[in-house]
C-alpha cells in the first residue's frame, strides 16, 4: 500500500519509470510519505542513514560504483542544509544525486512554527535544476497533477542527463502524513529528451592542426571516473605523445609527476610543452598546475562533458564538448590516417619525459622501507598487487578511495594496478569514509573484491558516523587509518610553522584513537605502532577473502613518523 498524497505518488511512479534503482534514506517524520512508497517499491533500493551530512557522501559513492543517478531524501529543516557538501562534490565530479525533501506547507514558511525555512534554491548553485511540486488541489486534481507530473519530469529529465548534474525536487507535504491507503502507483506520463548522434569525426580543425603541429604535445588527465573511459582503445595517439596523469584519473601506472617534476628543475624549460590537452577534472599537483601555467605559449583545449570555461592553466584557447573516451577515439583515428608533423622532435620530447618518470619509479623503489604514512600505503599497494593480480587471484581488482590531503598525495606516488576514487571536486575532507561505505554497500550483492579506504585522523574522526550504519555488517570494506594525531599536511605550508597557533588550532593536535569507534559499531580493529606491526596488519588487512566483513588497521605514528 502506497502513501494517500497524489504528488508523492507521482514523484515515486516517476522515479522509476525514470531509472532511479538506488535511495538513500534518512530519519525524520514529514518525510514519512515519501519514504514510505520509498520502501513499497519493489524497483527501489533504499539505504538507512541517520547523519544527512554522511547520507549525502553515502549516496555519491552508490553513484560512483554503479554509474547512475542515485536519490537521497530527508525531512524538512536544517537536514536539507547538511546535504550541501556532498552536492557540491557530486556536482564537480558529475556524479548526479537527486535530493529530494519534504517540506513543510508553504504558508508556515518563517511563521517561527518548527522545521520551517526557506528550501527552494537551498542548494544553488550545485544543482541544476529545482523544483517544489503542489500539492495536488482537491478544487482542480487535474491540473494540479499534470503541474506535479511536468515538473518531476523535468527534474529527472536533468538528472538523467549524460552530463550527470544534481537536482532538488522539494515536496512539501501537509498533514495528516500517515494515511498508506493506496493500492497502486499511478501510471504517469513519461517525458524522454533525446539527442542526435554526435559524430565527433567532426572535431575542430584548429584542435587537430595545433596538435599535429606541435614539437612537444602533452595530454594531461585530471580526475575522470574509471567507469567512463577506457584508454586501450586510444593507443595510436597515447605512443605519440606524452600521457601524464593522476592516481584518480583511470589509468593503472603509477602516477609519480611530482617526483619527476622535482628530480628535473635544472631542465623544466625542455619539458615545457607547446601543445596542452586537458582531460577529466581536478588535478592534485600544485607543482604541475604551477609548471603548466608558466608554459604561456602553448596551445590549450579542454575535453569537457559539460563545455564549461574552465581555464586551469591560464591559457585556454579552446573546448570540445562531449564524453571524453568518444572525443579522444575520435582523434585518434584523425591521426591514424595522417602522420604527426615534426615526429622526431615529439620522440625526442616524448623520451625525455619517459626517461623522467622511469627514473623517478626506479629511485622509489630503491627507497627503504620505514614505519611511515609512505610506508603503510607502500606496503598496502605492494600486497593489492601481490593478492589481486590476475594471475593469482579469481576476483577483479579492488576499488580503492583515497581521502583528501596526504592520502591522495600518497595515492599519486604509489598506487597502480586498480581505480582510485577520491572526493577531488571541492577537495574537503569532510564525507571521504562515507563516499567509501556507500561504495562498498553498492557492491554487497556480487561477489567482489573489498572496497578499500585510505584516510587520515583528521577526515575519519569527522565523517565516524559513516561507520554508524546499519548496513555495516554486510560490507566488505577494508579501511586503512593514518592516525598521527594531528593535520600533517599543514606543515607542508611554508612559514605556517612560525605560528604558535599551528599545532593545536590549525593542525588540530589530538590523542584521540579509533578503537572504541570501532567497537561501539562492531568493526575488527588492529592497531600498528612499528614496522612489523604494520606488515601483518597490512596482510590481515588485504587478504583476498571476499566474505562480508568491516576491517579497519590503525597506524599509530608519532609526528615524528609522518
Known amino acids: ?45 533504499c539505504h538507512p542513514v541517520t547523519d544527512e551530512r554522511s547520507a549525502g557522501f553515502f549516496a555519491l559513492g552508490i553513484a560512483q560504483a ?117 493500492h497502486q502507483l499511478p501510471v504517469e506520463r513519461v517525458i524522454r529528451r533525446f539527442y542526435p548522434a554526435i559524430d565527433y569525426s567532426c572535431l575542430p580543425q584548429q584542435l587537430i592542426d595545433d596538435l599535429t603541429q606541435a614539437e612537444r604535445p602533452l595530454i594531461v588527465f585530471g580526475q575522470l571516473s574509471p567507469r567512463r573511459f577506457h584508454y586501450e582503445d586510444v593507443d595510436h595517439l597515447f605512443s605519440h605523445v606524452i600521457v601524464l596523469h593522476e592516481a584518480p584519473a583511470p589509468f593503472t601506472s603509477v602516477s609519480l609527476i611530482d617526483d619527476a617534476l622535482s628530480a628535473a628543475a635544472a631542465q623544466l624549460h625542455d619539458l615545457s610543452p ?15 598546475k ?63 619525459w619517459l626517461s623522467l618518470l622511469r627514473n623517478a619509479c626506479q629511485r622509489l623503489d630503491s627507497t627503504p622501507l620505514f614505519f611511515s604514512e609512505e610506508g603503510a600505503v607502500r606496503l598496502l599497494e605492494q600486497h593489492l598487487a601481490n593478492r589481486f593480480s590476475p594471475l593469482t587471484s579469481q576476483f577483479p581488482h579492488p576499488d580503492v578511495h583515497y581521502a583528501n590531503s596526504t592520502a591522495i598525495r600518497l595515492a599519486n606516488r604509489f598506487a597502480q594496478g586498480h581505480p582510485v576514487w577520491c572526493n577531488r571536486g571541492t577537495n574537503g575532507i569532510e564525507g571521504s569514509l562515507s563516499t567509501a561505505v556507500g561504495f562498498a554497500a553498492a557492491k554487497q550483492h556480487t561477489p567482489q573484491p573489498p572496497t578499500f579506504c585510505v584516510i587520515g585522523d583528521l577526515s575519519f574522526f569527522y565523517d565516524q558516523n559513516a561507520l554508524w550504519n546499519t548496513c555495516l555488517p554486510h560490507l566488505n570494506l577494508r579501511i586503512l587509518l593514518l592516525n598521527n594525531g594531528h593535520g600533517a599536511i599543514f606543515f607542508h605550508l611554508p612559514g605556517l610553522s612560525q605560528s604558535p597557533a599551528a599545532d593545536t588550532l590549525i593542525a588540530a593536535r589530538h590523542h584521540t584513537t579509533a578503537e572504541g569507534i570501532c567497537l561501539q559499531n562492531g568493526v575488527a580493529h588492529r592497531s600498528a605502532c612499528n614496522i612489523e606491526q604494520l606488515q601483518q596488519g597490512i596482510e590481515w588487512l588485504a587478504d583476498d577473502d571476499v566474505s562480508s566483513s568491516v576491517r579497519l588497521l590503525e597506524v599509530r605514528l608519532s609526528s615524528s613518523d609522518s
Open 66 to 182: 554503479t554509474d547512475e543517478p542515485v536519490a537521497v531524501c530527508v525531512t524538512s529543516g536544517t537536514a536539507l542544509l547538511n546535504l550541501a557538501p556532498a552536492v557540491a562534490e557530486a556536482h564537480y565530479q558529475h556524479q548526479s544525486l537527486i535530493v529530494i525533501s519534504a517540506d513543510r506547507p508553504a504558508p508556515w514558511i518563517d511563521q517561527l512554527d518548527g522545521q520551517t525555512l526557506r528550501q527552494p534554491g537551498a542548494l544553488e548553485p550545485w544543482v541544476k535544476k529545482t523544483v517544489t511540486l503542489p500539492e495536488v488541489d482537491p478544487a482542480a486534481p487535474q491540473l494540479s497533477a499534470w503541474h506535479c507530473n511536468r515538473l518531476v519530469n523535468e527534474a529527472l529529465i536533468e538528472a538523467t542527463d549524460d552530463t550527470r548534474p544534481c537536482v532538488h525536487i522539494n515536496v512539501p507535504l501537509s498533514e495528516p502524513l500517515f494515511d498508506f491507503t493506496t
Open 290 to 352: 604551477r609548471f603548466l601555467r608558466q608554459a604561456t605559449d602553448a596551445r590549450t583545449w579542454r575535453i569537457s562533458l559539460t563545455g564549461d570555461v574552465e581555464d586551469t592553466f591560464q591559457n585556454l584557447c579552446g573546448i570540445v564538448t562531449g564524453d571524453a573516451e568518444a572525443v579522444l577515439q575520435a582523434l585518434n583515428r584523425k591521426l591514424s590516417a595522417c602522420r604527426l608533423a615534426h615526429i622526431g622532435e615529439q620522440r625526442s620530447y616524448r623520451r625525455q
Open 1 to 45: 500500500m502506497y502513501s494517500n498524497k497524489q504528488s508523492v505518488n507521482i514523484l515515486t511512479s516517476l522515479l522509476v519509470a525514470h531509472g532511479v534503482k538506488h535511495a538513500v534514506v534518512c530519519p525524520g517524520s514529514r518525510n514519512v510519505p515519501i519514504v514510505h512508497n520509498l520502501n513499497e517499491c519493489p524497483h527501489i533500493t
Open 274 to 288: 607547446d601543445f596542452i590537452l586537458h582531460v577529466g577534472d581536478a588535478i592534485v599537483s600544485k607543482l604541475l
